[in-house]
């Protein structure tokens, strides 16, 4: 970095609630110059405009470790003369339960500016405040209470004088976290997000004095947008925004388009105008939704309506992998898990944009695999690989959502994490990036190792969310709701599941190392082997099911599932153990967060037919009008979980055949799987060129087609 200065108001000590603090540069040129870079970065959020044209929202989430800046160049938007820059700083208490739980700040809100000089002035805006939108966990705190600043009207142009605006002060070193610090800061390491205009039709103009109205707009799908209300006069009229994923009855949710029998639930930003002729509200972060409620409440003046746009942003995802099969339906399933992943994607990848925008260990795992193949773009999951050994914790287990302000722990998620650093080797092969997480990875592996029992399981490491100091989540299994997601029988005991992933782990650990050339790959496997040893000796029934803890009753798919992917079971028992829970009742189902693990499992013991059964609840999710992936159908709290974007890797991975073969793709297997699909073809995009793939199968032949650029047939291999 250069001589850049973080500049903030003159505030002394740590707030009490979040503020918006607007900071204004304005100074002359006397051409416009062919080029004007800058850089910039903010305590916790910024929204840049100059000249009145909005042109970034930053910086990418950083941590107390790495902080990050936004370069850009400012020369389209600058002009001969005065020229204005606003910047809308978003800053929160540091209390971590009193603000977004994804943004790390210091105690200071602060503006990083690296370029041009002139005269800078700021202001703390009064009338926004943020509110927690849940009172248990409210993890995002983004929804405002707002009214007009008339200390701030039009400030972002070239009209609006600031002369009563104080100057802001640069901030000493003191009061910034390390990371902060000029000579720390690092470029952004993910694209800015991309932007697209949307407007809606409003079906009212003018609301006439003492009126309440109501009314609804459906933007057709779920999108992440930032809103911009436009209204006039209306001096004293409340206006509520309610943003909702879909129609909720008193029994759930099923049609999400049912106006008739649900209702929209949601969060919302309320807005108190203060009246002139135009008048504009724009909530600092942006929202998801798929419908909007409005609802206006008038004084004794008339308002109207003038307009309400929205911008929608996300990372910018270059799909160009293609797909299509003999079955109609994957086609759609194909388009609502594109538009999931999407949703998700930001400067992190994110569990739900509506609820938490958290970046989980496990949701991201899949997620990075989706993008892998629709794209074959790592610069988003080498940021979250980065970001999750970060949070790593003195023990070796990792917070199970990074950036988190807060602690969340979820033990088996931190294996999860060692999978994604594999499943990079394989796509990428970046031998450095290998080298540079095995640390984490064995401290990982040595929390687990330190906790076996005497009988060689992993012993009982968490519990029940809220009830334990950490929450061994496993997956939305109907009879799990009760225990949050947690195995029934972890309320007795160990889980078999944390046993498996353990074991996963150390597998995947033992190719790491020997591609890294660590020579603990022997030792890994040796571990691993131990613990598949106590596994079949404690956790196994009689009839060689596996149970889901040592002792215990409780059967359930996923641990026949891990069991399948770890070798814990052999080919013949495996098979036997998950056609039984495909059609036995009484055994706890995959649900969508672990379908990609099932689905490998049937894919490995050559029942991969069996995932047209499951494909059914994505068709349900078509059905009941959803328009991107639900969490999961037992608990359907997020309509927009990118766990269940599993078309994105199993049409172009499996049905198609197109996965890496070794480390770096260095050989691609072309190896179709078809199931009871009779034909498919398209296009995969990979890190070593396009593989286009069509095959028909008739009377139980498979006719095989592949095309590839020359560089890229030397390295296909068919079995």
């Given at each position: 970095?250069g001589?850049?200065?973080?500049?903030?108001?003159?505030?002394r000590?740590?707030e009490d609630?979040?503020?918006?603090?607007?900071?204004?540069?304005t100074?002359?040129e006397?051409?416009p110059?062919?080029?004007?870079?800058v850089r910039?970065s903010?305590?916790?959020r910024?929204?840049?405009?100059c000249?009145?044209a909005?042109?970034?929202?930053?910086p990418?989430?950083?941590?107390?470790?790495?902080w990050y800046y936004?370069?850009?160049?400012?020369?389209?938007?600058?002009?001969?003369?005065?020229n204005?820059?606003?910047?809308?700083?978003?800053h929160?208490?540091?209390d971590?339960?009193?603000?977004?739980h994804?943004?790390?700040r210091s105690?200071r809100?602060g503006l990083?500016w690296?370029g041009?000089?002139?005269?800078?002035?700021?202001?703390?805006e009064?009338?926004v405040s943020?509110y927690?939108?849940?009172?248990?966990?409210?993890?995002?705190?983004?929804?405002e209470?707002?009214?007009?600043?008339?200390?701030?009207?039009?400030w972002r142009t070239a009209?609006?004088?600031?002369d009563?605006?104080?100057r802001p002060e640069?901030?000493?070193e003191t009061?910034?976290l390390?990371?902060?610090r000029?000579d720390?800061?690092?470029?952004?390491?993910?694209?800015?997000?991309?932007?697209?205009e949307?407007r809606?039709?409003?079906?009212v103009?003018?609301?006439?004095?003492?009126?309440?109205?109501?009314f609804?707009l459906d933007?057709?799908?779920?999108?992440?947008?930032f809103?911009?209300?436009?209204v006039s006069?209306?001096?004293?009229?409340?206006?509520?925004?309610?943003?909702?994923?879909?129609?909720?009855?008193?029994?759930?949710?099923?049609?999400?388009?049912?106006?008739?029998?649900g209702?929209?639930?949601g969060y919302?930003?309320?807005?108190?105008v203060?009246g002139?002729?135009?008048e504009v509200?724009?909530p600092?972060?942006?929202r998801?939704?798929r419908?909007?409620k409005v609802?206006?409440k008038?004084e004794?003046?008339?308002?109207?309506?003038?307009?309400?746009?929205y911008?929608?942003?996300?990372?910018?995802?270059?799909?160009?992998t293609?797909?299509s099969?003999?079955?109609a339906?994957?086609?759609?399933?194909?388009d609502?898990?594109?538009?999931?992943l999407?949703?998700?994607?930001?400067d992190t990848?994110m569990?739900c944009?509506?609820?938490e925008?958290?970046?989980?260990?496990?949701?991201?795992?899949?997620?990075i695999?989706?993008?892998?193949?629709?794209s074959a773009d790592?610069?988003?999951a080498r940021q979250a690989i980065d970001?999750?050994s970060?949070?790593q914790?003195?023990d070796?287990l990792m917070?199970?959502s990074?950036?988190?302000?807060?602690?969340n722990?979820?033990?088996g998620f931190?294996l999860?994490?060692?999978l994604?650093?594999?499943?990079?080797m394989m796509y990428f092969?970046?031998?450095?990036?290998?080298?540079r997480h095995l640390?984490?990875?064995?401290?990982?592996?040595d929390?687990?190792?330190?906790?076996l029992?005497?009988e060689?399981?992993v012993?009982?490491v968490g519990?029940?969310?809220?009830k334990?100091?950490?929450?061994s989540f496993?997956?939305w299994a109907?009879?799990?709701?009760?225990?949050e997601?947690?195995?029934t029988?972890g309320?007795y005991?160990?889980?078999?599941?944390?046993?498996l992933l353990?074991?996963?782990?150390l597998?995947k650990?033992?190719?790491?190392?020997?591609y890294?050339?660590s020579?603990?790959?022997?030792?890994?496997?040796?571990?691993?082997?131990?613990?598949q040893?106590?596994?079949?000796s404690?956790?196994?029934?009689?009839s060689?099911m596996l149970?889901?803890g040592?002792?215990?009753p409780?059967?359930s798919?996923?641990?026949?599932?891990?069991?399948i992917?770890t070798g814990?079971l052999?080919?013949?028992?495996g098979?036997?153990?998950?056609?039984?829970?495909m059609?036995e009742?009484g055994?706890?189902q995959?649900?969508v967060?672990m379908?990609?693990?099932?689905?490998r499992a049937?894919e490995r013991?050559g029942?991969?037919?069996?995932?047209d059964?499951?494909?059914?609840?994505?068709?349900?999710?078509?059905?009941?009008h959803?328009?991107?992936?639900?969490e999961?159908?037992g608990?359907a709290r997020?309509?927009c979980?990118?766990?269940g974007?599993?078309?994105l890797y199993?049409?172009?991975?499996?049905?198609?055949?197109v996965r890496?073969?070794a480390?770096?793709?260095?050989r691609?297997l072309?190896?179709?799987?078809?199931g009871l699909l009779?034909?498919?073809?398209g296009?995969?995009?990979t890190?070593?060129?396009d593989?286009?793939?069509s095959?028909?199968?008739r009377?139980?032949?498979?006719s095989?087609r592949?095309?590839?650029?020359e560089?890229?047939?030397?390295?296909?291999i068919t079995e």
């Open positions: 970095m001589n850049g200065v973080w500049l903030s108001p003159l505030v000590s740590d609630r979040a503020r918006l603090v607007d900071y204004r540069l100074w002359r006397n051409l110059p062919r080029a004007c870079p910039l903010a305590d916790c910024y929204k840049l405009w000249n009145g909005f042109v970034s929202f930053g990418a989430k950083g941590d107390g470790k790495v936004d370069a850009l160049d400012l020369a389209p938007w600058l002009r001969a003369g005065i204005v820059l606003a910047v809308q700083v978003l929160y208490p540091a971590p339960a009193r603000g977004n994804s943004l790390f105690r809100p990083y690296e041009p000089a002139g005269d800078w002035r700021c202001h703390t009064q009338t943020f927690a939108e849940e009172s248990r966990f409210a993890p995002l705190q983004i929804h209470r707002a009214a007009l600043d008339a200390a701030a009207r039009d009209a609006f004088h600031a009563r605006w104080e640069p901030l000493p009061a910034l390390p990371s902060q000029p720390r800061l690092r470029p952004r390491p993910v694209p800015f997000a991309q932007r697209r949307g809606f039709l409003l079906p103009s003018t609301v006439p004095t003492h009126t309440v109205c109501s609804v933007a057709g799908e779920e999108v992440c947008a809103l911009r209300l436009a006069g209306g001096r004293g009229a409340q206006i509520e925004l309610l943003q909702s994923e879909c129609y909720v009855t008193d029994r759930g949710k099923a049609d999400r388009l049912d106006a008739e029998h209702r929209l639930e919302t930003d309320f807005y108190t203060s002139g002729d135009r509200y724009e600092f972060w942006f998801s939704f419908f909007l609802t206006v008038t004794d003046e008339p308002l109207a309506l003038l307009s309400l746009d911008e929608e942003t996300g990372y910018p995802l270059a799909v160009r293609r797909v099969t003999s079955d339906s994957l086609a759609g399933i194909w609502i898990s594109l538009r999931t999407r949703r998700c994607m930001h990848y569990d944009p509506f609820y925008q958290l970046q989980y260990i496990m949701d991201t795992r899949s997620q695999l989706y993008t892998y193949a629709v790592d610069r988003l970001d999750f970060r949070a914790r003195p070796g917070n199970a990074y950036p988190n302000v807060t602690v722990v979820i033990p931190s999860y994490y060692i994604m650093v594999h499943d990079h092969g970046d031998l450095a990036l290998v080298r640390p984490v990875i064995d401290r990982v592996l929390f687990f190792g330190g906790h029992t005497s060689g399981l012993g009982k519990g029940v969310n809220g334990a100091p950490f929450w496993i997956d109907a009879e799990w709701l009760p225990t997601g947690m195995p029988a309320l005991g160990p889980l078999t599941m944390e046993s353990y074991v996963l782990g597998q650990a033992a190719e790491l190392a020997e890294a050339g020579g603990r790959g022997p030792e890994y496997r040796a571990r691993a082997e131990a613990v040893a106590a596994i079949r404690r956790c196994m029934d009689q060689g149970t889901d040592p002792g215990r409780e059967l798919q996923h641990t026949q599932v891990f069991g992917l814990t052999d080919e013949a028992q098979r036997r153990n998950l056609l039984r829970s059609e009742t055994v706890a995959c649900t967060a379908c990609y693990y099932l689905f049937l013991t029942l991969y037919e069996y995932t059964r499951c494909w059914d609840i994505w068709r349900r999710m078509l059905a009941d959803c328009t991107t992936c639900v999961a159908e608990y997020s309509e979980h990118a766990w974007a599993l078309a199993e049409l172009p991975s499996v049905v198609l055949g890496p073969a480390p770096g793709y260095e691609i072309v190896r179709p799987c078809p009779t034909s498919a073809s296009t995969v995009h890190p070593r060129g593989v286009s793939v095959w028909e199968k009377d139980g032949e498979l095989l592949i095309e590839a650029e560089e890229v047939k030397k390295r296909i």
